[in-house]
């Protein structure tokens, strides 16, 4: 059935349904007409039974002075099915009547009869059923046995039956048309969906599915669908952003780097103007590098969990590493970059190259982001349940919008006081991917023109801490 379309799977559904429901139908209301039935005629006999000992009693009063047997006989040519009961003494021998024939005697069972017994037997060529009830006649206790033909109830039975089994296909098949086009009608707007999704392609991401009027699982679906739409739309609209500011950068620098190299080897220059164009040179390859590292890193943090190594690391001279790397950048730039550290060594278990990754994007950040003659500070501290690691800056600082937004990648704050050019928005969206990794927390609090204070959190879980000869403070 998987290989059917959902509109065949309905109609079979609504068709399987529907026969054991009429199965179901079928067996409990036979079964309900023929109880009906034999209690009817169980009824029958009783009624019988009643007016036989009536008539016995009406004889006795009026003092008829015929033998029992031929009162009997009487009673049975005056009535109908008469002849279908017989009377048998408590020993089970035949008091009445004695001349039927073998083939329609009533075979006695072996009960007693002190309850009253009902039971199936064949006379007079014809299914009947026998009621067996010790009864008082004419002051003696006698088996009395009443049968009542059951012909016309099996002809009811069967007539019934035989119905049954003709409506069935033709519902069946009333079932199965209907249940085609109740399934068409509710997959209507299933096939408009499926024709609008068709359409939608990477160059019209604006395109929504028609949403159905009626509040049904369609229409959620549908909705959710949109949703989905337009977080794709989003998504490839800052990745296409992404891309032209990529090639732009890409570009800039290259020509910067090819036209300052080119006028170098035209032109005659002093050593300190050939030393300032290879610094130029050294700017734009920087620049280069650090966007590639952030494609990089990028395309690494979608299968992180296969790539990342941890081990232990001392975060201490971690941050000593990070610090001296940028230390010239920020020197040139007029920035004071200092550093302080514990007495002692703090381990944690990471991946070293990553954690670097994480801290070059901090530092960074902050030189980009401090004026001349402003403080950038890195620290290392210790809580009860964490390793901290902070950086902090007397930059431009941040609003409250953008410090909600600053993770999320590509996203980029109009932040006029850089003093370099915009960014691609992915830097500290990569150092919050790098910090989830590591189960730590990523913070930061600023103010406009107040700085910014950055703090990863690890937590004492993946700390350790070893006894290390001291590192002094910077």
Request: charged residues 20%; glycine residues 6%; hydrophobic residues 40%.
């Amino acid at each position: 059935m998987r290989d059917f379309s959902v509109r065949a799977q309905l109609t079979l559904w609504y068709l399987l349904v529907t026969f054991t429901g009429l199965l179901l139908f079928g067996v409990l209301s036979y079964g309900a007409l023929r109880f009906a039935l034999f209690q009817g005629k169980k009824s029958h006999l009783q009624g019988r039974e009643q007016r036989l000992t009536q008539f016995l009693k009406e004889n006795k009063v009026e003092g008829t002075p015929s033998p029992l047997t031929e009162q009997l006989r009487k009673y049975a040519i005056a009535t109908h099915e008469g002849n279908l009961f017989e009377i048998r003494n408590p020993d089970g021998s035949l008091l009445f009547p004695l001349d039927v024939n073998k083939e329609d005697r009533i075979s006695p069972g072996s009960d007693s009869c002190e309850q009253t017994v009902y039971f199936f037997q064949t006379l007079e060529n014809k299914p009947a059923m026998v009621m067996c009830h010790l009864a008082l006649l004419n002051g003696r206790q006698e088996r009395l046995y009443i049968g009542g033909a059951l012909d016309e109830e099996f002809y009811m039975l069967q007539v019934y039956r035989n119905a049954l089994l003709l409506l069935t296909p033709v519902l069946l098949s009333l079932s199965a048309i209907s249940g085609y086009f109740l399934s068409r009608k509710a997959l209507k707007s299933v096939d408009r969906m499926t024709r609008a999704a068709v359409n939608i392609g990477i160059g019209n991401l604006s395109a929504r599915l028609p949403v159905p009027s009626a509040q049904d699982e369609i229409q959620h679906l549908a909705v959710a669908w949109n949703q989905l739409l337009g977080r794709l739309e989003t998504a490839v609209s800052r990745l296409s952003k992404f891309s032209a500011d990529v090639s732009h950068d890409l570009r800039t620098s290259i020509t910067v780097i090819l036209a300052t190299a080119q006028l170098s080897l035209h032109q005659r220059h002093s050593e300190e103007e050939y030393r300032e164009d290879l610094n130029k040179v050294v700017m734009e390859c920087r620049t280069a590098s650090t966007l590639l590292d952030a494609l990089l890193s990028l395309a690494r943090s979608e299968t992180f969990s296969h790539e990342v190594a941890f081990q232990r690391i001392n975060i201490c001279e971690l941050v000593v590493n990070g610090c001296r790397r940028v230390e010239d950048l920020a020197e040139s730039t007029g920035i004071m970059l200092d550093w302080h550290l514990p007495d002692e060594a703090m381990y944690i278990e990471g991946d070293e190259l990553l954690l670097q990754r994480l801290l070059g994007i901090l530092l960074d950040n902050a030189i980009k982001f401090t004026p001349a003659h402003g403080e950038i500070g890195a620290a290392v501290s210790r809580t009860e349940s964490e390793i901290v690691v902070t950086v902090r800056d007397t930059g431009i600082g941040m609003s409250e919008d953008v410090r909600q937004r600053v993770f999320e990648r590509y996203y980029q704050a109009d932040l006029r006081e850089r003093k370099t050019q915009a960014g691609n928005g992915l830097g500290l969206a990569i150092a919050r991917w790098i910090a989830d990794a590591h189960q730590a927390e990523l913070t930061v609090e600023s103010m406009p023109l107040n700085g910014s204070v950055f703090q990863i959190r690890f937590p004492a879980a993946a700390g350790l801490q070893a006894a290390m000869p001291k590192v002094q403070t910077v």
